[in-house]
């Protein structure tokens, strides 16, 4: 393809620095600081919605629901990583699945590297439910306040994965395909961290945020959610390198699309169970 800021655009995850800064043994990754925007930017519009739109939540209370929201991202994203990747190995290694050094080659800081999005998910879920249940809150209508801008935010941590130089594609011989760092077969490669950046991304957010006023029913929103992000998951996965250790697989599909294939079902489902009679 064409030359992007003097180099081949096959060639740009070489050309990036995933540290965005560091002193002594910790270092500072771009993967860390675009999540760390990716919830203020979830933040920031659900706090625009409140104060354009008729929500009658105070900031405290969503700023308290994100802290929580944050650490179940983390642990959950965490535990589902360790869960569907390499079980045994994490079981034998305890150790790894909380320290940010590596031992094996001297003292070095990686950071804790490996997230599942359907973990992180599952604990988001449920901390939501017991938030809402303590603070008497409608959580069909607290869902449809927060669902228009969480892919906006997603898109931010697909990205931060891409300047990582993690979570690749398989094998490909399309002209856009990519050489990341992190390949140890140095082969071209589909940039499925920007596929999902875009479609359960920035598509969905652009569709949400044009239609967030619209009002059907209270979980509208959660269901288009599950329904449009498990869709397209659904389908990236075919062109998704499957994450070292995650072998199961229930005929031609993995376990990330048995489980996006639930969330699809659970938004019709929500659909069927709160759509208006006519």
């Excluded at 879920?125 to 017991?130: A, D, F, P, R």
């Excluded at 990236?236 to 994450?243: A, K, Q, S, T, W």
């Amino acid at each position: 393809m064409e030359q992007i800021f003097g180099f081949s655009w096959s060639h740009i995850p070489e050309h990036i620095n995933p540290v965005f800064y560091s002193f002594g043994l910790v270092k500072i990754h771009w993967y860390g600081l675009m999540y760390g925007v990716a919830f203020v930017i979830v933040y920031l519009l659900v706090v625009y919605r409140i104060r354009t739109e008729r929500f009658k939540y105070s900031k405290d209370t969503i700023f308290n629901f994100m802290l929580y929201a944050i650490l179940g991202v983390l642990v959950g994203g965490r535990l589902g990583y360790i869960i569907t990747s390499d079980f045994k190995y994490y079981l034998a290694n305890p150790l790894k699945i909380i320290s940010p050094f590596d031992f094996s080659n001297g003292l070095q800081y990686t950071g804790i590297l490996g997230m599942a999005y359907h973990g992180g998910l599952i604990a988001v879920l449920l901390i939501y439910i017991i938030f809402c249940y303590q603070k008497k809150i409608n959580h069909w209508h607290f869902a449809d306040l927060f669902v228009p801008a969480i892919p906006l935010g997603y898109a931010f941590g697909r990205l931060g994965n891409f300047i990582n130089g993690e979570l690749y594609g398989r094998v490909t011989t399309l002209p856009w395909g990519m050489y990341f760092p992190l390949d140890p077969t140095h082969q071209l490669r589909h940039p499925s961290q920007l596929y999902e950046a875009f479609f359960e991304g920035i598509f969905l957010f652009l569709i949400f945020w044009r239609i967030r006023k619209r009002k059907y029913f209270d979980g509208f929103f959660l269901s288009l959610y599950l329904i449009g992000y498990g869709l397209a998951r659904f389908f990236i996965e075919f062109v998704r390198e499957p994450i070292s250790g995650a072998a199961f697989r229930l005929g031609p599909f993995n376990l990330a699309q048995i489980f996006c294939i639930g969330m699809m079902l659970v938004g019709i489902f929500i659909i069927l169970i709160k759509k208006p009679a006519k």
